[in-house]
T-cell receptor, first 114, second 112 residues
Framework: AQTVTQSQPEMSVQEAETVTLSCTYDTSESDYYLFWYKQPPSRQMILVIRQEAYKQQNATENRFSVNFQKAAKSFSLKISDSQLGDAAMYFC???????????FGTGTRLTIIP | DGGITQSPKYLFRKEGQNVTLSCEQNLNHDAMYWYRQDPGQGLRLIYYSQIVNDFQKGDIAEGYSVSREKKESFPLTVTSAQKNPTAFYLCATTRRVMGGYTFGSGTRLTVV
């Protein structure tokens, strides 16, 4: 079974600074996809960014980017120019073709320091 | 607007009672999912359904039941057999998992 590990239960960053959240996963598949979800205090889950394993180029969405290291099975999220609205739980998730469900990590709580 | 509606937002259950959480979607998505969220444990899959009248157990199905009689609806019943039901429950849908899920706003269930 696939597993997703987020080893940082909590992180904090100064407003306007950059922070990186870590995620590792375990799989024997070669074709899969990875996601970062944000859960603010409202508890609404929001898709931040996605990456397909066959793509070598790291995904970017505005201030959010990933560092995808396939050989190391690592998928970190970098948030640049952190804003107060970035404060949330962040979940890493894994899915693969033929297995129509996602596996989530335990989450990292990000605090933004004004 | 298309979306997912979970109701109620808050639900209280007495010991020994069954309760049903509602999840309705108008996104025309085939697949629907129920996850349970507990502090420090992330999201754990309870049940999922990829087509009407068919569903599969997830990792923590014991004490829960579901039905999928129509595409738009995937209700979750928390039975009296579930000994620790207090949690936040999230419903999600997708057309294709590779595109990611769309989530509802969740139901907070508390045993009183």
């Amino acid at each position: 079974a696939q597993t997703v590990t987020q080893s940082q239960p909590e992180m904090s960053v100064q407003e306007a600074e950059t922070v990186t959240l870590s995620c590792t996963y375990d799989t024997s598949e070669s074709d899969y996809y990875l996601f970062w979800y944000k859960q603010p205090p409202s508890r609404q889950m929001i898709l931040v960014i996605r990456q397909e394993a066959y793509k070598q180029q790291n995904a970017t969405e505005n201030r959010f980017s990933v560092n995808f290291q396939k050989a190391a099975k690592s998928f970190s999220l970098k948030i640049s120019d952190s804003q107060l609205g970035d404060a949330a739980m962040y979940f890493c998730a894994y899915g693969n073709f033929g297995n129509e469900k996602l596996t989530f990590g335990t989450g990292t709580r990000l605090t933004i320091i004004p | 607007d298309g979306g997912i509606t979970q109701s109620p937002k808050y639900l209280f259950r007495k010991e020994g009672q069954n309760v049903t959480l509602s999840c309705e979607q108008n996104l025309n998505h085939d697949a629907m999912y129920w996850y349970r969220q507990d502090p420090g444990q992330g999201l754990r899959l309870i049940y999922y359904s990829q087509i009407v009248n068919d569903f599969q157990k997830g990792d923590i199905a014991e004490g829960y039941s579901v039905s999928r009689e129509k595409k738009e609806s995937f209700p979750l019943t928390v039975t009296s057999a579930q000994k620790n039901p207090t949690a936040f429950y999230l419903c999600a849908t997708t057309r294709r998992v590779m595109g990611g899920y769309t989530f509802g706003s969740g139901t907070r269930l508390t045993v009183v």
